[in-house]
């Protein structure tokens, strides 16, 4: 076992992993963030794809050994980015998921075609969105979705810190021995003035919010329980 | 699928690394971003007893410039040279090249030295950096030795490393100001791998005029003089042909799938792009 220090849409944690744990089962069956999906598990489908010092990675060849120290930023810590509330609202709108099994994955990558290529035209997006696979919508809906945030972006209907990289290397790797919390997370910062507070207070798993269907199983534990089960 | 078990050491320095992989005698695996060697992994493909994390180490995302060439650390990852984090002056083709693979969310952490050892007949650098008359940097901790990167690919998913041994860093000479270079890839879906590539450099004033064709059965197909399938001296502004006699001779027994005419197609492209 080896132990893992990351920051989880904003919050610490030190978590003891295997090695060949990857990134989003440790967020998954660990921190009951299910938000990230997984298919292939070979980086071919995008389903998996969150920001790992605010960039866009795949987290199913991603072991979590190798984020030691870096940021990770889930759907469910996006929740009240302004440019994630846009495109929840167009996807919505535009016919931009059906069964919503690649949504996680589409909507990261969505954010950063709309923070890292403002210009972006239907061509570049759909060249952006190659990495993600969908198979109920056929995409016309999410490309459409993805140009209306764009033209709303140039409307000037919200505003966008830029996400600018200066280390090199592999994203979250390469922190071992930093301080923790040197990355900056890119952030959008809402129009007047509202700060995003919750984003650094997101609790792990569902926090306050109902299930969509509860299980309830009850079982002696044999030994003494010395913390609280997740 | 997950992975078969393994153990997990991070390397602080290049004698580290050294002393590791030494130590397990040849079943370590050195991982960087992972892109390659992870869906290895995860497919059980391979089976390291212990994986090396090389991404600490200060001199592999190290850059340094002289005169007549650029030296890329073997962790700089794909984005960082599509983005121009990486100052590649003189040198466009490498950004070109480095959007086109895989995806956003790949680029960002998989690195050029990972996908040069990873050696996948189909992957995108080596081509384009064969036809650049790119050098590995190899290392053992102790010393270090150059050699071509067409002779570092020893065959499919093969490279010329001691069990000791480590690709430090990728030299690139610098091509005259005057020089072209172009980069074709075939496949069905952005961001794939490729069915079929090629690379043409054309330099007039360093008299070099190289030819690649990648995505073959094992190490890239270098054509050291490209005059040989381009015609005497390639102009600027005439239409690429390719010589058909020489290109099917090259092609033959190469083991390509439809006699190789994908590959030759790949290539033709690449110079008409490169003569433009
Ligand atoms: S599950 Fe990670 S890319 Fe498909
Ligand atoms: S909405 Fe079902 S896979 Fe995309």
């Known amino acids: 076992?080896?132990?893992?220090?990351?920051?989880?849409?904003?919050?610490?944690?030190?978590?003891?992993?295997?090695?060949?744990?990857?990134l989003a089962d440790l967020l998954r069956e660990r921190l009951g963030l299910t938000g990230?999906?997984?298919?292939?598990?070979?980086?071919?489908?995008?389903?998996?794809?969150?920001?790992?010092?605010?960039?866009?990675?795949?987290?199913?060849?991603?072991?979590?050994?190798?984020?030691?120290?870096?940021?990770?930023?889930?759907?469910?810590?996006?929740?009240?980015?302004?440019?994630?509330?846009?495109?929840?609202?167009?996807?919505?709108?535009?016919?931009?998921?059906?069964?919503?099994?690649?949504?996680?994955?589409?909507?990261?990558?969505?954010?950063?075609?709309?923070?890292?290529?403002?210009?972006?035209?239907?061509?570049?997006?759909?060249?952006?969105?190659?990495?993600?696979?969908?198979?109920?919508?056929?995409?016309?809906?999410?490309?459409?979705?993805?140009?209306?945030?764009?033209?709303?972006?140039?409307a000037g209907h919200f505003v966008v810190a830029p996400s600018e990289r200066r280390k090199l290397g592999p994203v979250g790797s390469?922190?071992?021995?930093l301080a923790a919390g040197?990355?900056?997370?890119?952030?959008?910062?809402?129009?007047?003035?509202?700060?995003?507070?919750?984003?650094?207070?997101?609790?792990?798993?569902?926090?306050?919010?109902?299930?969509?269907?509860?299980?309830?199983?009850?079982?002696?534990?044999?030994?003494?329980?010395?913390?609280?089960?997740? | 699928m997950k992975p078969a078990r393994f153990e997990f050491v991070r390397a602080r320095?290049?004698?580290?690394?050294?002393?590791?992989?030494?130590?397990?005698?040849?079943?370590?695996?050195?991982?960087?971003?992972?892109?390659?060697?992870?869906?290895?992994?995860?497919?059980?493909?391979?089976?390291?007893?212990?994986?090396?994390?090389?991404?600490?180490?200060?001199?592999?995302?190290?850059?340094?410039?002289?005169?007549?060439?650029?030296?890329?650390?073997?962790?700089?990852?794909?984005?960082?040279?599509?983005?121009?984090?990486?100052?590649?002056?003189?040198?466009?083709i490498l950004a070109t090249v480095a959007a086109g693979i895989a995806y956003r969310a790949v680029r960002n952490r998989g690195t050029i030295g990972g996908s040069i050892c990873h050696a996948d007949p189909a992957g995108d650098w080596s081509p384009v950096l064969c036809a650049l008359g790119a050098e590995c940097i190899v290392t053992d901790g102790r010393q270090a030795r150059r050699l071509p990167l067409e002779q570092f690919v020893a065959s499919a998913f093969e490279v010329r490393l001691e069990a000791a041994e480590l690709l430090q860093a990728i030299r690139i000479p610098r091509p005259s100001r005057s020089a072209r270079c172009a980069y074709y890839k075939v496949c069905r879906k952005a961001g794939e791998f490729a069915l079929a590539s090629g690379a043409v450099l054309l330099d007039r004033e360093r008299e070099r005029f190289r030819a690649v064709i990648g995505a073959t059965q094992g190490r890239p197909i270098v054509i050291d003089d490209a005059r040989r399938l381009l015609g005497a001296v390639p102009q600027p502004g005439t239409p690429a042909r390719l010589h058909e006699g020489a290109t099917n001779e090259l092609l033959q027994g190469a083991g390509l799938p439809l006699n190789g005419r994908l590959h030759a197609t790949a290539l033709a492209r690449a110079a008409a792009q490169a003569m433009a």
């Open chain 2, 13 to 92: 320095s290049l004698g580290e690394v050294a002393t590791i992989l030494r130590q397990a005698s040849g079943s370590a695996k050195v991982i960087a971003g992972g892109q390659s060697l992870g869906p290895m992994l995860n497919l059980r493909l391979v089976r390291p007893s212990i994986l090396v994390d090389i991404t600490p180490i200060p001199e592999l995302t190290r850059i340094e410039e002289d005169a007549d060439g650029l030296v890329i650390g073997a962790c700089i990852t794909t984005s960082d040279i599509e983005d121009g984090r990486v100052r590649v002056d003189g040198l466009p």
């Open chain 1, 36 to 154: 990230t999906h997984l298919r292939c598990e070979q980086g071919a489908c995008g389903a998996c794809t969150l920001l790992i010092d605010g960039q866009p990675a795949r987290s199913c060849i991603t072991y979590a050994v190798l984020c030691e120290g870096a940021q990770i930023t889930t759907i469910e810590g996006l929740e009240d980015d302004p440019v994630m509330v846009a495109l929840r609202r167009a996807f919505t709108a535009e016919h931009g998921l059906q069964c919503g099994f690649c949504t996680p994955g589409m909507l990261i990558t969505a954010r950063d075609i709309v923070t890292r290529l403002p210009d972006a035209d239907e061509r570049r997006i759909r060249l952006e969105l190659s990495g993600n696979l969908c198979r109920c919508t056929g995409y016309v809906g999410i490309v459409r979705a993805v140009r209306r945030v764009l033209e709303e972006h140039r």
């Open chain 1, 182 to 230: 040197d990355m900056p997370v890119s952030m959008a910062v809402p129009m007047g003035g509202d700060t995003p507070g919750t984003y650094g207070e997101v609790k792990l798993g569902l926090a306050g919010k109902k299930p969509n269907i509860e299980i309830r199983q009850s079982f002696v534990i044999a030994r003494p329980q010395t913390r609280e089960l997740r």
């Open chain 1, 1 to 22: 076992m080896q132990s893992v220090q990351l920051t989880v849409n904003g919050v610490s944690t030190l978590e003891s992993v295997e090695p060949r744990l990857n």
């Open chain 1, 174 to 177: 390469g922190h071992a021995g």
